[in-house]
T-cell receptor
Framework: DAKTTQPTSMDCAEGRAANLPCNHS???????VYWYRQIHSQGPQYIIH???NNETNEMASLIITEDRKSSTLILPHATLRDTAVYYC?????????????FGTGTSLTVIP | DSGVTQTPKHLITATGQRVTLRCSPR?????VYWYQQSLDQGLQFLIH???????AKGNILERFSAQQFPDLHSELNLSSLELGDSALYFC??????????????FGEGSRLTVL
């Protein structure tokens, strides 16, 4: 599975969009990009995933560059409850293949 | 509530002892994963079971072992415990079927403290 690089920490003002970048320059054609978050030692929570098209759900949007070497998770209107560690993971999505390897992620602090 | 249940939530024991952590996956999920998270560290993948069979091993110590039972619950056994084994241990489950892109559902973790 390809390696990802994320900033260690970021701040965002409450109500503003939080844009969390992830670099995955060695991503393969059959690898998906996943985002999870972990709020203060709770179990990680799935946010979104995508292959090459941009994706949006009720929690966030995922923008993947055309060359797929980087992506950005967007939380459109950050709230204090979005303060968490955000993990970007690249994983082969085949049956029983490809484990989820969590790095150290980005610690996002939403400021009132 | 993810539907994944882990017990116990907290456990305090002494060095050299052995403990068993239990995980009940979501109803219908065939895959169970175990992760370890030490203080200020990321989640380390330990092991993956699918329908009772071991599918992948990560950074799991030889002192640790796991199994998945016919009813799909899983146990993680930690023996000859050391101070450095103090950590949060997470269990996650997923459908594990052929066309599943593998979203994981995590439990709330078992916090192990070794004194």
């Amino acid at each position: 599975d390809a390696k990802t690089t994320q900033p260690t920490s970021m701040d965002c003002a409450e109500g503003r969009a939080a844009n969390l970048p992830c670099n995955h320059s060695t991503i393969s054609g059959n690898e998906y990009v996943y985002w999870y978050r972990q709020i203060h030692s709770q179990g990680p929570q799935y946010i979104i995933h995508g292959l090459k098209n941009n994706e949006t759900n009720e929690m966030a949007s995922l923008i993947i560059t055309e060359d797929r070497k980087s992506s950005t998770l967007i939380l459109p209107h950050a709230t204090l409850r979005d303060t968490a560690v955000y993990y970007c993971i690249v994983r082969v999505a085949r049956w029983l293949k490809g484990q989820f390897y969590f790095g150290t992620g980005t610690s996002l602090t939403v400021i009132p | 509530d993810s539907g994944v249940t882990q017990t116990p939530k907290h456990l305090i024991t002494a060095t050299g002892q052995r403990v068993t952590l239990r995980c009940s996956p979501r109803s219908g999920d065939l895959s169970v994963y175990w992760y370890q998270q030490s203080l200020d560290q990321g989640l380390q993948f330990l092991i993956h079971y699918y329908n009772g069979e071991e599918r992948a091993k990560g950074n799991i110590l030889e002192r640790f072992s796991a199994q998945q039972f016919p009813d799909l619950h899983s146990e993680l056994n930690l023996s000859s415990l050391e101070l450095g084994d103090s950590a949060l241990y997470f269990c996650a489950s997923s459908r594990g079927i052929r066309d599943n892109t593998g979203e994981l559902f995590f439990g709330e973790g078992s916090r192990l403290t070794v004194l």
